[in-house]
């Protein structure tokens, strides 16, 4: 199936929305902004990815990794930059590509020649940048944009191991002051704040150049540091300052530079309402919202009327090892009007780069995924995607005359010419949908791997479309659209 698309000709200055000619970064897409746009086409973003170390890992070879999400047919991963690294069996992870053996994690700036640091090696100099780190970062970048892999550079996070931060007073030998964790993300941070400038400043600039690229400010800023009680949690008021001004930093240190990149923050768990006077305050320079463990789409529920941006799911865990709740939730949220999913995947280690690893979680409060097909099977809903006219089509309900049975419904419309419900639970679809006359091609698939289960042509005088599925097991997707647009 190929897809049509009208031509853009007309373009609008906004600082979160671009039209793109050429070689420009990654932005979101001027006729519907829920999404994004690289290269002159439409994109959502679809990963089953690593822990994050692909550049601070020294073990972790990156380029067998890209080429392998190549091969698999994903287009997404996600980086930390350097500010944090994890302990070994950190988060009851025991193979962790966040953790690198000791002596072999790298980060932005040089060692310097005392010994001291947690995590192996001598300490850090914040004065000296380390030229090799940057060469590897700089590799990473290129060998992610020559496979049309975008990259998410995570600037920052503290969580509980901010002990093992170069910034951390302990590990450098330039006198940063002793603070909390809960202090690493507000303006109140002592010293703390003109390093991390000089540090955002630093890789801003050497990243500028790439077109495959979103800054994304902070992972998790609540993280033991909430506004309020509850797993759904945005930062509190300190926090969501900090984030304002690190988002600053980045656009007026691009000013002077040839490109202008996209900016994402972490802004909960699950999904909360993103209150109007924040978006147009703290978070005036952010595109992108990413949320976490977001199992039931209500981020993207909750805001996708309320703003022109893009809500991201972009960790997921916390789950079996094993279970289709992986592919689930991927399929649910980007059906609901989400842009981007990314699911953790612990089948990437250091020596099974390729994902044909995995791990064993050593408590029993945290859990990941170690399925060695899921990635394949969330390479299907990209695939999918790519074949529809997303741009043009937005959740809509209303579309839905009846739904018949116990299972849960998202449907992905452009009214009139293409209709994509996705059925999850339940073991039987059976829908009646608002669709206009004409002449309507039908189709149930199966979302694991887009096998077809059924097709057919429905002639429609009027009324409207009663449909009837085939039996399933966890979710079925039905497909229909004009005949004779495809």
């Known amino acids: 199936m190929k897809k049509r698309f009208g031509q853009i000709i007309t373009v609008i200055f906004f600082p979160i929305v671009e039209i793109l000619y050429g070689n420009s970064p990654i932005a979101l897409h001027s006729e519907n902004p829920h999404y994004f746009i690289y290269k002159d086409k439409p994109t959502v973003l679809i990963a089953s990815g690593e822990h994050y170390g692909a550049v601070i890992n020294l073990d972790f070879d990156?380029?067998?990794?890209?080429?392998?999400?190549?091969?698999?047919?994903?287009?997404?991963?996600?980086?930390?930059?350097?500010?944090?690294?994890?302990?070994?069996?950190?988060?009851?992870?025991?193979?962790?590509?966040?953790?690198?053996?000791?002596?072999?994690?790298?980060?932005?700036?040089?060692?310097?020649?005392?010994?001291?640091?947690?995590?192996?090696?001598?300490?850090?100099?914040?004065?000296?940048?380390?030229?090799?780190?940057?060469?590897?970062?700089?590799?990473?970048?290129?060998?992610?944009?020559?496979?049309?892999?975008?990259?998410?550079?995570?600037?920052?996070?503290?969580?509980?191991?901010?002990?093992?931060?170069?910034?951390?007073?302990?590990?450098?030998?330039?006198?940063?002051?002793?603070?909390?964790?809960?202090?690493?993300?507000?303006?109140?941070?002592?010293?703390?704040?003109?390093?991390?400038?000089?540090?955002?400043?630093?890789?801003?600039?050497?990243?500028?150049?790439?077109?495959?690229?979103?800054?994304?400010?902070?992972?998790?800023?609540?993280?033991?540091?909430?506004?309020?009680?509850?797993?759904?949690?945005?930062?509190?008021?300190?926090?969501?300052?900090?984030?304002?001004?690190?988002?600053?930093?980045?656009?007026?240190?691009?000013?002077?530079?040839?490109?202008?990149?996209?900016?994402?923050?972490?802004?909960?768990?699950?999904?909360?309402?993103?209150?109007?006077?924040?978006?147009?305050?703290?978070?005036?320079?952010?595109?992108?919202?990413?949320?976490?463990?977001?199992?039931?789409?209500?981020?993207?529920?909750?805001?996708?009327?309320?703003?022109?941006?893009?809500?991201?799911?972009?960790?997921?865990?916390?789950?079996?090892?094993?279970?289709?709740?992986?592919?689930?939730q991927g399929w649910k949220y980007i059906f609901s009007g989400g842009a981007l999913y990314n699911n953790l995947d612990f089948t990437f280690q250091v020596g099974h780069e390729d994902g044909s690893g995995g791990t064993a979680f050593t408590c029993e409060w945290y859990n990941g995924c170690t399925d060695q097909n899921m990635k394949y099977q969330l390479a299907a809903l990209l695939k999918f995607m790519n074949t529809i006219n997303f741009i043009k089509m937005k959740p809509d309900y209303q579309t839905v005359a009846l739904n018949y049975g116990d299972e849960n419904i998202y449907p992905l419309v452009w009214e009139g010419h293409e209709y994509a419900v996705y059925f999850e639970g339940g073991s039987k679809a059976k829908i009646k949908l608002h669709v206009p006359a004409g002449n309507w091609q039908v189709r149930w698939i199966n979302p694991s791997d887009l096998e077809e289960l059924s097709a057919e042509i429905v002639e429609l005088q009027q009324g409207s479309l009663d449909l009837l599925g085939p039996n399933y097991e966890e979710d079925v997707l039905l497909y229909v659209y004009l005949a004779n647009l495809k």
């Open 62 to 328: 990156f380029e067998t990794y890209i080429k392998s999400l190549h091969e698999i047919c994903l287009n997404h991963t996600r980086i930390f930059l350097g500010d944090y690294v994890e302990e070994q069996n950190a988060f009851c992870i025991e193979k962790n590509t966040l953790a690198p053996a000791d002596g072999r994690f790298i980060c932005p700036w040089q060692r310097s020649k005392t010994p001291g640091f947690s995590r192996g090696g001598n300490k850090f100099n914040l004065d000296q940048w380390d030229s090799a780190y940057f060469e590897r970062l700089h590799k990473f970048m290129s060998a992610a944009q020559d496979k049309d892999i975008i990259v998410e550079a995570v600037l920052f996070f503290a969580g509980y191991l901010y002990k093992h931060s170069p910034l951390h007073h302990s590990n450098n030998i330039n006198n940063t002051d002793k603070i909390t964790a809960k202090r690493y993300m507000i303006l109140d941070n002592g010293n703390i704040l003109e390093r991390q400038r000089q540090y955002c400043i630093k890789l801003v600039e050497e990243l500028n150049k790439y077109d495959n690229l979103i800054f994304n400010v902070a992972n998790e800023p609540w993280f033991d540091n909430q506004e309020h009680f509850g797993f759904a949690n945005p930062p509190p008021l300190a926090t969501k300052k900090w984030i304002e001004r690190v988002s600053q930093w980045i656009v007026d240190t691009e000013k002077s530079l040839p490109k202008t990149h996209i900016i994402s923050v972490d802004y909960t768990n699950e999904g909360q309402i993103i209150p109007e006077d924040e978006l147009n305050a703290f978070f005036k320079n952010i595109s992108i919202f990413n949320h976490h463990y977001d199992r039931n789409a209500q981020s993207v529920r909750l805001n996708y009327t309320r703003t022109s941006r893009v809500m991201s799911f972009n960790e997921t865990g916390l789950m079996p090892p094993v279970t289709p709740q992986y592919r689930i």
